[in-house]
């Protein structure tokens, strides 16, 4: 998918430089114009792949610490959560998150909970807060001390 913006981003950035370069008053504007469609482009393919990444720097650390959340909660036929069971292991990590706001670790595990349950949009919030919270070290170690990473 990445590949295919890519090459999406280059081919309406070769247009909008020919556009540009006619030097016809029409062509020109609507060169401008496309020039900006490959900038948020480019901007939204940067976003998105460095959140994977900062995501996955995460989960390798709590593996590595181990607490990450035990994975047990039961699944359909089609891979997905059973969405009663994983509303009802979803308090437990709301809680960890009203005690601890600036813990990244319980925001991530919260991130992990909305999406058992369904909920992209607050796992993908929740998770964004974990990877801001985690550059500024603003959180608490599993043993209390402070977390400079």
């Not at 369904?118 to 985690?134: C, I, K």
């Not at 959180?139 to 990473?149: E, K, L, N, T, V």
Request: hydrophobic share 50%; proline share 5%.
């Amino acid at each position: 998918m990445v590949a295919l913006l890519v090459l999406y981003l280059v081919l309406v950035g070769h247009r909008a430089w020919l556009f540009v370069a006619s030097g016809e008053p029409v062509a020109v504007v609507l060169g401008a114009a496309l020039v900006v469609l490959p900038l948020l482009g480019a901007w939204a393919l940067w976003a998105e792949v460095s959140f994977g990444f900062r995501s996955q720097e995460i989960v390798r650390q709590m593996a590595a610490e181990g607490t990450l959340p035990v994975d047990d909660v039961p699944r359909r036929a089609s891979g997905r959560y059973d969405r009663a069971a994983a509303d009802a292991a979803f308090p437990p990590y709301a809680t960890e998150v009203e005690q601890r706001p600036d813990d990244w670790r319980a925001w991530f595990r919260l991130g992990l909970a909305y999406d058992a349950c369904g909920d992209r949009r607050r796992a993908r919030g929740a998770v964004r807060r974990a990877v801001a919270l985690r550059r500024a070290g603003a959180s608490a170690r599993p043993g209390g001390a402070g977390d400079a990473d």
